[in-house]
């Protein structure tokens, strides 16, 4: 069974940063999309930020310039770079990735457990 694993987040004050990350294991015949989505409490499950296989992302205008999303490919890892955080992005990250399921090309997406984070101000 797949399993993504997710670290870091915390708590920190506005203006600080934070890294989460998260590592696919399992069966996996090869991943396709890479992202992170947030819920905050009262609020939707949203996309914060996405990678392709190839490199290029995606971005939700809430935390363009501020946040960087990167992956890689040899160690199933995907990572979100958070600087210059805001109260307003207090919420539980959760980690989402494609995985091909082999050379069907089937896939399926999957969740991570989510991890908080919590920007005072």
């Known amino acids: 069974q797949v399993q993504l694993v997710e670290s870091g987040g915390g708590l920190v004050q506005a203006g600080g940063s934070l890294r989460v990350s998260c590592v696919a294991s399992g069966p996996i015949f090869s991943i396709r999309d890479m992202g992170w989505y947030r819920q905050a409490p009262g609020k939707q499950r949203e996309l914060v930020a996405s990678v392709t296989r190839d490199g290029n992302t995606n971005y939700a205008d809430s935390v363009k310039g501020r946040f960087t999303i990167s992956r890689d490919n040899a160690k199933k890892m995907v990572n979100l770079q958070m600087n210059t955080l805001k109260p307003e992005d207090t919420a539980v990250y959760y980690c989402?990735?494609?995985?091909?399921?082999?050379?069907?090309?089937?896939?399926?997406?999957?969740w991570g457990q989510g991890t908080q984070v919590t920007v005072s101000s």
């Open positions: 989402n990735v494609e995985v091909v399921r082999g050379f069907s090309g089937k896939s399926d997406r999957h």
